[in-house]
Nanobody, 125 residues
């Protein structure tokens, strides 16, 4: 099971850093993805990082503002979010790839598992 943390309320233009921690399993050989769900909307892809950490992928709306990184020593995957906007508001979840060492990182929700409760991000003036 993964646990996302670090959410909060910020003003437009602000920053937050989310962290995804795994309990009872290692993330070392698995891609990890971040998704978010805004009120009344479906869960959408935000970012993902390959198991090696070499490749990162981003949703169009966050490209250039968000950065995903991993620290295998800490067994965590972080999401640095800069220049946050009201449309970034939502619950952010992290998931781990269903398949280890996959060359193609999934960017759909069904490619992941281990979803926790998520962390709420609110961007408001």
């Amino acid at each position: 099971q993964l646990q996302a943390s670090g959410g909060g309320e910020v003003q437009p233009g602000g920053s937050l850093r989310l962290s995804c921690a795994a309990s009872g399993r290692s993330l070392d050989w698995y891609a990890t993805g971040w998704f978010r769900q805004a009120p009344g909307k479906e869960r959408e892809f935000v970012a993902a990082i390959s198991w090696s950490g070499i490749r990162q992928y981003y949703g169009e709306s966050v490209e250039g503002r968000f950065t995903v990184s991993r620290d295998n020593a800490k067994n965590t995957v972080d999401l640095q979010m800069n220049n946050l906007q009201p449309e970034d508001t939502g619950i952010y979840y992290c998931g781990v790839d269903r398949i280890d060492k996959r060359l193609i990182v999934p960017m759909k929700e069904d490619g992941y598992e281990g979803w926790g409760q998520g962390t709420l991000v609110t961007v408001s003036s």
